[in-house]
């Protein structure tokens, strides 16, 4: 690791520390993301092998971060420790939203757009790839100020890994981001379940706030209920049989223009088909990436 400079911890995220460093030959400025290692005698994992050689895959789409090198090194320990190499961003949209909201501003409508266009663009090249993400929400979306250019982040790993169930540093697991499905303990999910926090992504860039804020699984699922109306095996079927499916209060759906002011016609169109409660049914990014909401805006300049 003599290669790189370290200059301070980032951030701590579900897989291990984060710091920006620099790349001591060049000067380039890189994040390094030192990921802990489940060892076995082997040394590095088949899976976080097959991890690393996929994100390198997707590296290659300009939504995704670019993971550019990995080392290997040991720590105090002795024990392996992974250094993931990758682009150097320096904001993400959760920070960039809580600046916007800190102003008592919004964000223009075609910024909002632009970003979202960018966020189903990633997410439809990763389930391209046979890629579920798991666990997107503001955090993991990196930004560049300067050009307004979005990546998604924190996919490598997603993977071996399932949902991440727990965080290990003090910082409780987000779950205002998490599809009703992965909620009432769906043992089979697919790419829906991106979907879904994609489209609690849009609401949250419209009105600066998060749609649906639950401390607890229980508490989410009603948030949802609340706004959408409680599920039943009309609307999904075989929602009855989900492992934790209970007998809920029955609500009937609010309109969603009422929770999401400011978003047009095409908006809330977009944003109601990628909340559907049936993840059947449930628009895929790809063809979100079609809907007539992204009609006006400049695709090639992104």
Request: glycine share 6%; net charge positive; proline share 5%.
């Amino acid at each position: 690791m003599d290669a790189y400079e370290k200059l301070e911890k980032v951030g701590e995220g579900t897989y291990g520390k984060v710091y920006r460093a620099k790349e001591k030959a060049t000067g380039k400025i890189v994040a390094l993301k030192k990921t802990r290692l489940h060892e076995d005698d082997e040394g590095v994992p088949p899976t976080t092998l097959r991890e690393v050689s996929l994100l390198r895959m997707l590296s290659i789409d300009p939504h995704i971060v670019r993971l550019l090198d990995l080392k290997q090194g040991q720590n105090k320990e002795g024990k392996t420790v992974l250094y993931l190499v990758f682009e150097y961003m320096d904001t993400d949209l959760k920070k960039y939203i809580r600046n916007v909201r800190a102003t008592g501003q919004m964000i223009p409508a075609k910024t909002v757009k632009g970003l979202m266009y960018q966020l189903c663009k990633g997410v439809a090249f990763c389930h391209g790839h046979g890629v579920l993400h798991r666990d997107l929400k503001p955090h993991n979306l990196l930004m560049d100020r300067k050009t307004m250019m979005l990546k998604i982040a924190d996919l490598g790993l997603s993977r071996a890994f399932t949902i991440p169930l727990k965080k290990y540093t003090h910082e409780i697991l987000t779950l205002w981001y998490r599809a009703p499905e992965v909620l009432l303990g769906a043992t089979h999910y697919s790419t829906p379940v991106d979907v879904w926090s994609v489209g609690c992504i849009f609401a949250e860039l419209v009105t600066t706030r998060a749609l649906f804020q639950g401390d607890s699984e229980l508490q989410q699922l009603l948030h949802i209920f609340r706004l959408l109306g409680t599920p039943n095996e009309e609307v999904w079927p075989g929602v009855s049989e989900l492992r934790n499916w209970h007998e809920y209060p029955q609500w009937s759906p609010q309109n969603l223009s009422s929770m999401v002011p400011g978003l047009d016609a095409d908006g809330l169109d977009l944003l109601s088909k990628m909340l559907l409660y049936n993840p059947l049914k449930r628009i895929s990014a790809k063809k979100a990436m079609e809907h007539p909401y992204f009609d006006d805006l400049n695709k090639a300049s992104l």
